[in-house]
C-alpha cells in the first residue's frame, strides 16, 4: 500500500556533499517514522538516521553524527538526507524506510514496515 521511492543519490568526490530525498504515497505519511539505512557490498543493512513523525526526535548513526542530518517536510510527503562531509566508506545503497511503530528506538531495521528500492551513492576517494 505504501510505496517509498528514493532519489539524489550519484558519485560524489571525498569530501562532497549530496542530497538523497524520499518520497512517500499511498498511505498516511504523518504517521510514520521514517528512517534511513544503507547497505555496501558484502556487508548487513546498516542503520544510518532516523527521524519522528513530528521532525522533533532525530538519531544516527555514530559513523555519521555530526556529517548527516536527517529531516522531513509533511507537506510533501518526503524525507531528506543530507550527507556532507562524504567519504568512500559512505558507498553503499542508501533505502529510506518507514513505521508505524511510534517508540522512539529508531536503529532496528525489522520494525520498519516498507522500503524504497534503494539509491546508490558512491564515494570516490
Known amino acids: 500500500q505504501v510505496q517509498l521511492v528514493e532519489s539524489g543519490g550519484g558519485l560524489v568526490q571525498a569530501g562532497g556533499s549530496l542530497r538523497l530525498s524520499c518520497v512517500a504515497s499511498g498511505g498516511s505519511f504523518n504517521t510514520y517514522v521514517m528512517g534511513w539505512f544503507r547497505q555496501a557490498p558484502g556487508k548487513e543493512r546498516e542503520f544510518v538516521a532516523a527521524?519522528?513523525?513530528?521532525?522533533?526526535?532525530?538519531d544516527y548513526a555514530d559513523s555519521v553524527k555530526g556529517r548527516f542530518t536527517i529531516s522531513r517536510d509533511n507537506a510533501k510527503n518526503t524525507v531528506y538526507l543530507q550527507m556532507n562531509s562524504l567519504k568512500p566508506e559512505d558507498t553503499g545503497v542508501y533505502y529510506c524506510?518507514?513505521?508505524?511503530?511510534?517508540?522512539?528506538?529508531?536503529?532496528?531495521?525489522?520494525?520498519?514496515?516498507?522500503w524504497g528500492q534503494g539509491t546508490q551513492v558512491t564515494v570516490s576517494s
Open positions: 527521524v519522528s513523525w513530528s521532525g522533533k526526535n532525530t
Open positions: 524506510a518507514a513505521r508505524w511503530d511510534s517508540g522512539t528506538y529508531y536503529q532496528t531495521p525489522s520494525t520498519y514496515d516498507h
